[in-house]
Nanobody
Framework: VQLQASGGGLVQAGGSLRLSCAAS????????MGWFRQAPGKEREFVAA?????????????AYADSVKGRFTISRDNAKTTVYLRMNSLKPEDTAVYYC?????????????????WGQGTQVTVSS
């Protein structure tokens, strides 16, 4: 699986962005997907994850970090082999490079070392 993240940018506090992660490879629909972020000087941290889903159904079980719960929404579109991260009510502390990842076993989806594939990252900057 190859991953290409996009959609980052500069936004004011309280604003919204939608990140996209386009995946190549026939195993996309069978891959659990995650979003992580890394702020300058900090460790890469878990943001959200969604389980795999078979065929054209694009649902899945989701999980979120406490810091983004209620503000961010992860979703996937198997037909487009893309996973999204909708970010609302953005805060300056959300500023980071955001990475999408694929392949972790559900249950270990909050741990970055359990993901097999990573995208290149997209910068999100939230101004106060």
């Amino acid at each position: 699986v190859q991953l290409q993240a996009s959609g980052g940018g500069l936004v004011q506090a309280g604003g919204s962005l939608r990140l996209s992660c386009a995946a190549s490879g026939r195993t996309f629909s069978y891959s659990n997907m995650g979003w992580f972020r890394q702020a300058p000087g900090k460790e890469r941290e878990f943001v959200a994850a969604i389980t795999w889903s078979a065929g054209t159904w694009s649902g899945g079980t989701t999980a979120y970090a406490d810091s983004v719960k209620g503000r961010f929404t992860i979703s996937r579109d198997n037909a487009k082999t893309t996973v999204y991260l909708r970010m609302n009510s953005l805060k300056p502390e959300d500023t980071a490079v955001y990475y999408c990842a694929a392949g972790a076993v559900w249950g270990n989806h909050r741990t970055r070392d359990n993901y097999d594939y990573w995208g290149q990252g997209t910068q999100v900057t939230v101004s106060s």
